[in-house]
């Protein structure tokens, strides 16, 4: 299984933007997914989940800013981000668990079996 993020780049706060995570060797409709993120000096922070059967979680300070999807014809993952602020500065992730998880481990890194590279997403006010 390989994750390639793309996407990243220099948004001005309250600007858009679309990260993406091209996925081969698995499909995205068959795994949960996620997006994580990781600020200088910060820990690797959840960002957003989606599961094989649709259902998304958030972290709170993104929910209604920022929204989770896939493209199951194109095997990519998507991360829309709106409103953003300066403190969505942070190298994004995507992450794919190839079984199942249980709700209190979704927002667990350490659970995630595959990561892509990361893409810079850097906000400024």
Same mark, same amino acid.
């Given at each position: 299984v390989q994750l390639q993020a793309s996407g990243g780049g220099l948004v001005q706060a309250g600007g858009s933007l679309r990260v993406s995570c091209a996925a081969s060797g698995r499909a995205v409709s068959s795994t949960t997914m996620a997006w994580f993120r990781q600020a200088p000096g910060k820990e690797? $922070?959840?960002? *957003?989940?989606?599961?094989?059967?649709?259902?998304?979680?958030?972290?709170? /300070?993104?929910?209604? #800013?920022?929204?989770?999807?896939?493209?199951?014809?194109?095997n990519t993952l998507y991360l829309q981000m709106t409103?953003?602020?300066? $403190?969505?500065? *942070?190298?994004?992730?995507?992450?794919?668990k190839e079984s199942y998880?249980? /709700?209190?481990?979704? #927002?667990?890194?350490?659970?995630y079996d595959y990561w892509g590279q990361?893409?810079?997403?850097?906000?400024?006010?």
């Open positions: 690797r $922070e959840f960002v *957003a989940a989606i599961r094989s059967g649709g259902s998304t979680s958030y972290l709170d /300070s993104v929910r209604g #800013r920022f929204t989770i999807s896939r493209d199951n014809a194109k409103s953003m602020w300066p $403190e969505d500065t *942070a190298l994004y992730y995507c992450s794919l998880i249980i /709700s209190s481990n979704l #927002r667990n890194p350490s659970v990361g893409t810079q997403v850097t906000v400024s006010s």
